[in-house]
């Protein structure tokens, strides 16, 4: 049917049995905690999550001297948060949704958005629905 949503969010909220739990693979010490799920990565797949946190620890950086230059509004900081934006980013499939929220500027640009795209996107300007999964 034309009227029948893409996603059946009551559903979802009325069935939260198969919810995945989140999982934690390192303590806050670094040290390995669930090595069934650290060694279902690749060394490669370990270099390219590690490179897209420092991409957005830089991206963090440079976008807090702006704001501090007044060359720049509002910015939510995302330093701390670069594990969780991009382990999201690099869990997505291609038939999967970003609902972009408050801290979301690097996960837009991961998926297509230039940096001024979204930058202008959390100013609240619309942007069109034109990005695809980079990974």
């Known amino acids: ?71 720049m ?3 939510a900081p995302t330093e701390g948060e670069e594990a969780s934006e991009m382990g999201t980013v690099l869990a997505m499939k291609d038939q999967d949704y970003l609902l972009p929220a408050y801290r979301d500027v690097p996960q837009l640009i991961q998926h297509g958005a230039t940096v001024t795209e979204a930058y202008l996107w959390s100013r609240g300007h619309v942007i069109g629905n034109k990005f695809k999964l980079v990974h």
């Open 1 to 71: 049917m034309a009227n029948e949503p893409i996603v059946d969010f009551e559903a979802i909220k009325n069935d939260l049995t198969n919810v995945p739990k989140p999982i934690q693979i390192l303590n806050e010490n670094a040290e390995v905690i669930d090595q069934d799920a650290f060694n279902s990565f690749s060394d490669d797949d370990l270099v390219e999550f590690m490179k897209k946190m420092v991409w957005e620890r830089a991206l963090h950086n440079q976008t807090m001297n702006f704001s501090r230059q007044g060359r």
């Open 73 to 75: 509004g509002f910015y």
